[in-house]
T-cell receptor, first 111, second 113 residues
Framework: SQQGEEDPQALSIQEGENATMNCSYK?????LQWYRQNSGRGLVHLIL???NEREKHSGRLRVTLDTSKKSSSLLITASRAADTASYFC???????????WGAGTKLIIKP | DTGVSQNPRHKITKRGQNVTFRCDPI?????LYWYRQTLGQGPEFLTY????????KSRLLSDRFSAERPKGSFSTLEIQRTEQGDSAMYLC???????????FGPGTRLTVT
């Protein structure tokens, strides 16, 4: 069974706008990771946030984590056509590196 | 290119046949993972190795599935007596102990007819 659930399932925005996607999970975690998947490059790691962190930035990406609500959000600012992809959250429960994945958010950036 | 490689990229087989996939991880990585992904879903964990030892197997991995990693280098995933429900993308990833980020290969797409 899958631990994470992304919301929305699909998101279509204009280039230049910000995109926000959310992930909820069920059990306590050691860390939460976001990955991007497109047909050209496969699955690529974007950012990791540990359970004792609340916010993290990497370039145009901002990730927040609320362990009390068991949720995380990924914000992509100033979106580009190249950001078109599916975005997955993956949770690492007890640092044995077994990742449990959500079903993903499909993001389409319109030119 | 020193990333994770998987072969073959595509495999079409008839129900009941056996298939074997290969994964070559990034050479410095001692951990290797196998996942299965169906259309519209996230990857599902199957198994992982630390060096040559298979440390964990998902209950998804029925007796028809077996994975090996001889000498702690490349890994093979074999599916015996394939069923149509085995049709999926099989993904391999690798990492270094202490590094949570996993590096994925391009996957092997299996179609069972």
């Amino acid at each position: 069974s899958q631990q994470g659930e992304e919301d929305p399932q699909a998101l279509s925005i204009q280039e230049g706008e910000n995109a926000t996607m959310n992930c909820s999970y069920k059990t306590s975690i050691n860390n939460l990771q976001w990955y991007r998947q497109n047909s050209g490059r496969g699955l690529v790691h974007l950012i990791l946030i540990r359970s004792n962190e609340r916010e993290k930035h990497s370039g145009r990406l901002r990730v927040t984590l609320d362990t009390s609500k068991k949720s995380s959000s990924l914000l992509i600012t100033a979106s580009r056509a190249a950001d078109t992809a599916s975005y997955f959250c993956a949770t690492d429960l007890d640092s044995n590196y077994q990742l449990i994945w959500g079903a993903g958010t499909k993001l389409i950036i319109k030119p | 290119d020193t990333g994770v490689s998987q072969n073959p990229r595509h495999k079409i087989t008839k129900r009941g046949q056996n298939v074997t996939f290969r994964c070559d991880p990034i050479s410095e990585h001692n951990r290797l993972y196998w996942y299965r992904q169906t259309l519209g879903q996230g990857p599902e964990f199957l198994t992982y190795f630390q060096n040559e030892a298979q440390l964990e197997k998902s209950r998804l991995l029925s007796d028809r599935f077996s994975a090996e990693r001889p000498k702690g280098s490349f890994s093979t995933l074999e599916i015996q007596r394939t069923e149509q429900g085995d049709s999926a993308m099989y993904l391999c990833a690798s990492s270094w102990t202490g590094d949570h980020e996993q590096y994925f290969g391009p996957g092997t797409r299996l179609t069972v007819t």
